[in-house]
T-cell receptor
Framework: GENVEQHPSTLSVQEGDSAVIKCTYS??????FPWYKQELGKRPQLIID?????GEKKDQRIAVTLNKTAKHFSLHITETQPEDSAVYFC???????????????FGKGTKLSVKP | DVKVTQSSRYLVKRTGEKVFLECVQD?????MFWYRQDPGLGLRLIYF???????EKGDIPEGYSVSREKKERFSLILESASTNQTSMYLC??????????????FGPGTRLTVL
C-alpha cells in the first residue's frame, strides 16, 4: 500500500522567512496530493492540493510542487507570519477518473513555528 | 458550509467499558472516515465507509468497529476500551461527486482518555 514520509517533523523560522516541507510517496499510481493545516486545538483544514497532471500550484503565499519521477512533493510558504504556526500534514491518494476518491494516506505532520 | 460534528469533545472512560463515538455530517456526503491522531504518528485511518451499511477497514482497525445505519451518521465503537486507545479521534467526510475536490472535512475531534 501507499506510504507517505514527511520531513522535517519540526520547523522553526523567523517571521518573513520562507518555509519548505517535503513529502515522498511510494505508490506511483497516486495522483492527488493535498496539504492540511491544523492550528492548535482545531480541526485539520485543506489549504492547497495538486493533481499529478500539473507540476506546481500557487495560492497567494503558499505553493505546492510535485515531481512525479522522484515521487515527492513539497509545500512552500513565503513571507511567513505568526498565524502560519500550525501542524501541516501532506497526504496522497488515487483519484479515479479525475473524480473523487476518498482514501487519503497522511504523512506524520510537521510542526511549524513562526517566531515574530 | 460543511459541518461535521462529533458527540463529545472530551470523554473519560474506564478500561473494559464499551465506548460509542458519534459523528454527524450535514452535507449529504457519501464518504465518512474515522482517524486517530497521536503525537508524532499523524492521522491514522481506523475505518471508512463509502455508503450506508458499508464499511471498510483502514490501517489500524483492531479493537474498533463501526456502524453506518444512516448516510449522515458514522459511529465508532470501542467494544472493550483499553488504555492504549487513549487518543484524539477525528471524524471526516467527503463527497464522491466527480469533478469536485477530494477535500475531507473534519470534525472537531473527541479526546478520549481510558483509565
Amino acid at each position: 500500500g501507499e506510504n507517505v514520509e514527511q520531513h522535517p517533523s519540526t520547523l522553526s523560522v523567523q517571521e518573513g522567512d520562507s518555509a519548505v516541507i517535503k513529502c515522498t510517496y511510494s505508490d506511483s499510481a497516486s495522483n492527488y496530493f493535498p496539504w492540511y493545516k491544523q492550528e492548535l486545538g482545531k480541526r485539520p483544514q485543506l489549504i492547497i492540493d495538486i493533481r499529478s497532471n500539473v507540476g506546481e500550484k500557487k495560492d497567494q503565499r503558499i505553493a505546492v510542487t510535485l515531481n512525479k519521477t522522484a515521487k515527492h512533493f513539497s509545500l512552500h510558504i513565503t513571507e511567513t507570519q505568526p498565524e502560519d504556526s500550525a501542524v501541516y500534514f501532506c497526504a496522497a491518494s488515487i483519484s479515479i477518473d479525475g473524480g473523487s476518491q476518498g482514501n487519503l494516506i497522511f504523512g506524520k505532520g510537521t510542526k511549524l513555528s513562526v517566531k515574530p | 458550509d460543511v459541518k461535521v460534528t462529533q458527540s463529545s469533545r472530551y470523554l473519560v472512560k474506564r478500561t473494559g467499558e464499551k465506548v460509542f463515538l458519534e459523528c454527524v455530517q450535514d452535507m449529504d456526503h457519501e464518504n465518512m472516515f474515522w482517524y486517530r491522531q497521536d503525537p508524532g504518528l499523524g492521522l491514522r485511518l481506523i475505518y471508512f465507509s463509502y455508503d450506508v451499511k458499508m464499511k471498510e477497514k483502514g490501517d489500524i482497525p483492531e479493537g474498533y468497529s463501526v456502524s453506518r445505519e444512516k448516510k449522515e451518521r458514522f459511529s465508532l465503537i470501542l467494544e472493550s476500551a483499553s488504555t492504549n486507545q487513549t487518543s484524539m479521534y477525528l471524524c471526516a467526510s467527503s463527497t464522491l461527486d466527480r469533478g469536485r475536490r477530494n477535500e475531507q472535512f473534519f470534525g472537531p475531534g473527541t479526546r478520549l482518555t481510558v483509565l
